[in-house]
């Protein structure tokens, strides 16, 4: 309401210093990237970019599957998101409106579940993951990701069904509508902004995956891009400029995605899902 109220010039000025102030990293990552080693490492970084080093940053990806380890990290992100969803919607409707022994202690439990640090968890998982067959498997990977992006996601579309009138699903089932049809057909699409955040949730957590990828996963073929990007950290020399310019291949996907759908997220995170 502030930012209306402004003048229309001072509203530009600040949209303007507010995009430069959160593209400036994004600008940073590519100035080094257009940098030359020795230039980084004697003489300092210049500020504007030097285009002509252009060739040179391609060339140094080349003998680099950055695209490989991006695919990896889609795939990963990808199942945890659906995986996380389907699973999601249906803990936070079962929360939401079927009543059960045990249904305060199963929302306790799925509380508590975030304040458990992954690192303490490593040890317990690569257990379990070498009895189930599931070391060096991205679909492990994914497993591991759900178990910490689920709860959040099942809280938020809980959240949104408690705001659905109870009547809306009282008139389908008057109408012979099956439980499963309402909640495919009505809820599902009523709460679809607070679906949205969940999505955005789950995404990020598997697009950030590095702890359980870096333990569990031996063969590089399989690394997520974080992986790929810290296997660069040499014990004498960091190639900086590569490094940054794979960081940036790796880091627009996310950011056009949450471009695309930050507006959803804001209405699921706030309104919920419907007016009542």
Request: charged share 10%; with cysteine.
């Given at each position: 309401?502030?930012?209306?109220?402004?003048?229309?010039?001072?509203?530009?000025?600040l949209i303007?210093?507010?995009?430069?102030?959160?593209?400036?990293?994004?600008y940073?990552?590519?100035?080094?990237?257009?940098?030359?080693?020795?230039?980084?490492?004697?003489?300092?970084q210049?500020f504007?970019?030097q285009?002509?080093?252009?060739?040179a940053?391609?060339?140094?990806?080349?003998?680099?599957?950055?695209?490989?380890?991006?695919?990896?990290?889609?795939?990963?992100?990808?199942?945890?998101?659906?995986?996380?969803l389907?699973?999601?919607?249906?803990?936070?409707?079962?929360?939401?409106?079927?009543?059960?022994?045990g249904?305060?202690?199963?929302?306790?439990?799925l509380?508590?579940?975030?304040?458990?640090?992954?690192?303490?968890?490593?040890?317990?998982?690569?257990?379990?993951?070498?009895?189930?067959?599931?070391?060096?498997?991205?679909?492990?990977?994914?497993?591991?990701?759900?178990?910490?992006?689920l709860?959040?996601?099942?809280f938020?579309?809980k959240?949104?069904?408690?705001?659905?009138?109870?009547?809306?699903?009282?008139?389908?089932?008057?109408?012979?509508?099956?439980?499963?049809g309402?909640?495919?057909?009505?809820?599902?699409?009523?709460i679809?902004?607070?679906?949205?955040?969940?999505?955005v949730i789950?995404?990020?957590?598997g697009?950030?995956?590095?702890?359980?990828?870096?333990t569990?996963?031996?063969?590089?073929d399989?690394w997520?891009?974080?992986?790929?990007?810290?296997?660069f950290?040499?014990q004498?020399?960091?190639?900086?400029?590569t490094?940054?310019?794979?960081?940036?291949?790796?880091?627009?996907?996310?950011?056009?995605?949450?471009?695309i759908?930050?507006?959803?997220?804001?209405?699921?995170?706030?309104?919920?899902?419907?007016?009542?």
């Amino acid at each position: 309401m502030l930012l209306r109220k402004t003048p229309a010039l001072l509203r530009y000025v600040l949209i303007a210093i507010l995009l430069v102030f959160s593209g400036f990293p994004i600008y940073w990552m590519l100035n080094t990237g257009l940098s030359a080693e020795a230039q980084l490492y004697n003489e300092g970084q210049s500020f504007w970019l030097q285009l002509g080093n252009l060739p040179a940053m391609i060339g140094s990806l080349s003998s680099v599957p950055v695209m490989h380890w991006l695919f990896n990290t889609f795939f990963i992100a990808a199942g945890t998101t659906v995986l996380s969803l389907v699973l999601g919607a249906l803990l936070g409707y079962a929360l939401s409106r079927l009543k059960f022994h045990g249904k305060g202690l199963i929302g306790f439990l799925l509380f508590t579940t975030q304040v458990v640090p992954e690192a303490l968890l490593v040890v317990p998982l690569y257990s379990m993951f070498i009895t189930m067959g599931l070391l060096n498997s991205m679909f492990g990977l994914i497993l591991a990701n759900v178990g910490f992006a689920l709860p959040v996601s099942a809280f938020i579309i809980k959240g949104a069904i408690d705001q659905v009138p109870y009547e809306i699903e009282e008139s389908a089932a008057v109408d012979n509508c099956p439980r499963y049809g309402i909640f495919s057909t009505i809820i599902l699409p009523l709460i679809a902004p607070s679906l949205s955040a969940a999505a955005v949730i789950s995404f990020f957590s598997g697009w950030n995956e590095f702890l359980f990828a870096s333990t569990f996963i031996n063969d590089d073929d399989m690394w997520p891009a974080s992986v790929g990007l810290a296997s660069f950290i040499g014990q004498y020399d960091t190639p900086l400029s590569t490094v940054m310019t794979a960081a940036l291949i790796f880091s627009i996907p996310a950011i056009v995605f949450f471009l695309i759908i930050q507006r959803r997220i804001v209405a699921g995170l706030t309104a919920g899902s419907v007016k009542g």
